[in-house]
């Protein structure tokens, strides 16, 4: 077995941001943003950037969207957040709004995933990859709050933890298990995980909240995977994206983004272990320590699939044939 520790993933600035407050937009809010459908749409928002609002009631008018699209960005892996500032008086609320799930079935209701703390400080907090991702976004106040609220985007870069090579022995591809299930310590972990592919995007049906037909709450996916580039997102529930829970996954109700391309977590809970082990592989078992380290943090690692070494070999002979052919 193989043991790779990432307890902490290293987040990094967006130097490609640096020096941009002088010029940072702010996007002011267009009365009339009550619901999804009047959202005020804030496109390409880049980290500095702000939104500027009103809002002196949890309701009504005071219910302001916004459709919050960030701007392109070299590929990767970014953690956006959003936080609330204001001259006045403190309460402002914010919310990360998605669609209801029911039996592996996304609605059309709206709903909330996730809710700002207010301690240490009012953020909400999501994923993106570089891909100009978009969600919605809501402000709300109290009979309180009466003067303007000021939402302000930072963004980083996050390196995942590399797993290295796993060995699939087929070059079609072969089934891979990846657990949580006995890998985070005396208390087992309700995790929600789900898997991306080499561009990041994640990828149907190869996501897993609670293990199928089993009493524990952590997650366990058995999938073909052909050789190439995987990204793994894990955290406890709920991680959110705008996948619909697969026929085997014993829990098939979580919330889920409007958009393809972003993940959200909706726990504030800190300091979790969600480490996994990836067996099927020839090599022998990976394993993994992750830890989701703060509020809203999601864990990621990558690792690679290779076809077995019998099969490279015959994949270089055959080269070879083919470059003595040409000559």
């Given at each position: 077995?193989?043991?790779?520790?990432?307890?902490?993933?290293?987040?990094?600035?967006?130097?490609?941001?640096?020096?941009?407050?002088?010029?940072?937009?702010?996007?002011?809010?267009?009365?009339?943003?009550?619901?999804?459908?009047?959202?005020?749409?804030?496109?390409?928002?880049?980290?500095?950037?702000?939104?500027?609002?009103?809002?002196?009631?949890?309701?009504?008018?005071?219910?302001?969207?916004?459709?919050?699209?960030?701007?392109?960005?070299?590929?990767?892996?970014?953690?956006?957040?959003?936080?609330?500032?204001?001259?006045?008086?403190?309460?402002?609320?914010?919310t990360i709004r998605g669609l209801t799930q029911s039996g592996g079935v996304i609605g059309t209701s709206d709903s909330t995933l996730q809710t700002s703390p207010t301690s240490p400080s009012r953020f909400n907090q999501w994923y993106g990859f570089g891909g100009g991702e978009s969600l919605y976004y809501r402000v709300t106040g109290t009979s309180s709050t009466t003067s303007d609220y000021v939402s302000t985007l930072t963004s980083e870069a996050i390196l995942p933890l590399d797993l290295g090579s796993i060995d699939v022995g087929s070059i079609a591809?072969?089934?891979?298990?990846?657990?949580?299930?006995?890998?985070?310590?005396?208390?087992?972990?309700?995790?929600?995980?789900?898997?991306?592919?080499?561009?990041?995007?994640?990828?149907?049906?190869?996501?897993?909240?609670?293990?199928?037909?089993?009493?524990?709450?952590?997650?366990?996916?058995?999938?073909?995977?052909?050789?190439?580039?995987?990204?793994?997102?894990?955290?406890?529930?709920?991680?959110?994206?705008?996948?619909?829970?697969?026929?085997?996954?014993?829990?098939?109700?979580?919330?889920?983004?409007?958009?393809?391309?972003?993940?959200?977590?909706?726990?504030?809970?800190?300091?979790?272990?969600?480490?996994?082990?990836?067996?099927?592989?020839?090599?022998?078992?990976?394993?993994?320590?992750?830890?989701?380290?703060?509020?809203?943090?999601?864990?990621?690692?990558?690792?690679?699939?290779?076809?077995?070494?019998?099969?490279?070999?015959?994949?270089?002979?055959?080269?070879?044939?083919?470059?003595?052919?040409?000559?």
């Open positions: 077995m193989r043991w790779i520790r990432g307890g902490v993933v290293v987040a990094i600035a967006v130097m490609a941001l640096a020096g941009r407050a002088a010029e940072a937009a702010i996007f002011n809010e267009v009365e009339g943003n009550d619901n999804k459908a009047t959202a005020n749409l804030v496109s390409g928002m880049l980290a500095g950037d702000s939104i500027v609002g009103l809002s002196t009631s949890s309701s009504g008018a005071g219910l302001d969207y916004y459709r919050v699209q960030t701007a392109p960005l070299v590929a990767g892996i970014y953690r956006h957040r959003l936080t609330l500032t204001t001259a006045g008086a403190a309460g402002h609320t914010g591809g072969g089934n891979l298990t990846i657990t949580s299930v006995g890998q985070t310590g005396g208390t087992q972990t309700d995790t929600d995980m789900m898997v991306l592919d080499s561009n990041f995007q994640g990828i149907a049906d190869y996501l897993n909240d609670d293990a199928f037909s089993s009493p524990s709450l952590g997650s366990t996916l058995t999938r073909p995977f052909a050789p190439g580039v995987y990204y793994l997102a894990i955290s406890n529930y709920n991680v959110a994206s705008s996948l619909a829970s697969p026929a085997d996954d014993d829990f098939r109700s979580g919330s889920v983004l409007d958009f393809a391309g972003g993940i959200v977590n909706t726990s504030t809970t800190a300091n979790l272990n969600v480490s996994v082990n990836i067996s099927g592989g020839l090599g022998g078992d990976t394993f993994g320590a992750l830890t989701k380290v703060g509020a809203f943090d999601v864990a990621f690692a990558k690792f690679t699939v290779v076809p077995e070494p019998a099969t490279l070999s015959l994949l270089g002979l055959g080269a070879v044939a083919m470059i003595r052919r040409r000559r």
